[in-house]
C-alpha cells in the first residue's frame, strides 16, 4: 500500500534561516508527489509537485522540494524562512492503484519566530 | 475561475438535527473528494467521486453520513442525525482525474453540533 510519513509534528526556524519540512512515502511505480499548505481557518492550498524530471522542483512563494530516488524523500525546503510562513504542511503521494487518491502525511506545524 | 465554493462556512446545530454541506467544485474538474479535519484524527478522506459516481465511500464514519453528487457542479454531504462527536472543519476539494493533477480544496465548512 502506499503511504506517506512527515516524522516531524513540529519545525521551529528563526526567521531569515533555510527551512526544511521532511517527507518520506511508499509507492510502487513511479511516484506523483504534492506539498500543500494550511492557513489558520483556511482551506489547503496547492504548493508544487513532483511528476517527472528535474528533482528539484520550485513552487509558489519561495518554496522548493528535492525529490529523492534512492532516499524516497521529497522534502519542502525555502533558502529564507519568513514569519508569514508559519502554517501547517502536508505531503501527498497519489494512489496510482486505488482511482488516483490522494494519500495525506499527517501534517507538520512550521513555527517560524522573529 | 472562483475556486471550489462551499457553502455555509460556519454552522451551529443542536444534536439531532439535518446537516447539509454544500460544494461546487471547478469547472471542469472530474474528480470530487469531501475531507473531515479535527484535531484529533488530522484530515479523512469520507468519500471519492469520479464522474459524479462515488468511486469509494470506505472513510463515511457511520450511514448516518451520506453524500451525492447529481451533476458535475454540485454535491452534497448530508449528516442526518448529527451527533456532538460530528463537530469538524469539512473540506471538498477536486481535481482534473489524471494522477498527475493536484487538487484544489475550498474554504471549509466548521460544524459545531451543540
Known amino acids: 500500500a502506499q503511504s506517506v510519513a512527515q516524522p516531524e509534528d513540529q519545525v521551529n526556524v528563526a526567521e531569515g534561516n533555510p527551512l526544511t519540512v521532511k517527507c518520506t512515502y511508499s509507492v510502487s511505480g513511479n511516484p506523483y508527489l504534492f506539498w500543500y499548505v494550511q492557513y489558520p481557518n483556511r482551506g489547503l492550498q496547492f504548493l508544487l509537485k513532483y511528476i517527472t524530471g528535474d528533482n528539484l522542483v520550485k513552487g509558489s512563494y519561495g518554496f522548493e522540494a528535492e525529490f529523492n530516488k534512492s532516499q524516497t524523500s521529497f522534502h519542502l525546503k525555502k533558502p529564507s524562512a519568513l514569519v508569514s510562513d508559519s502554517a501547517l504542511y502536508f505531503c501527498a503521494v497519489r494512489d496510482i492503484g486505488s482511482n488516483y487518491q490522494l494519500i495525506w502525511g499527517a501534517g507538520t506545524k512550521l513555527i517560524i519566530k522573529p | 475561475d472562483a475556486g471550489v465554493i462551499q457553502s455555509p462556512r460556519h454552522e451551529v446545530t443542536e444534536m439531532g438535527q439535518e446537516v447539509t454541506l454544500r460544494c461546487k467544485p471547478i469547472?471542469?474538474?472530474?474528480?470530487l473528494f469531501w475531507y473531515r479535519q479535527t484535531m484529533m484524527r488530522g484530515l479523512e478522506l469520507l468519500i471519492y467521486f469520479n464522474n459524479n459516481v462515488p468511486i469509494d465511500d470506505s472513510g463515511m464514519p457511520e450511514d448516518r453520513f451520506s453524500a451525492k453528487m447529481p451533476n458535475a457542479s454540485f454535491s452534497t454531504l448530508k449528516i442526518q442525525p448529527s451527533e456532538p462527536r460530528d463537530s469538524a472543519v469539512y473540506f471538498c476539494?477536486?481535481?482534473?482525474?489524471?494522477?498527475?493533477?493536484?487538487?484544489?480544496f475550498g474554504q471549509g465548512t466548521r460544524l459545531t453540533v451543540v
Open positions: 476539494a477536486s481535481s482534473r482525474q489524471a494522477p498527475a493533477s493536484e487538487a484544489f
Open positions: 469547472s471542469g474538474h472530474n474528480s
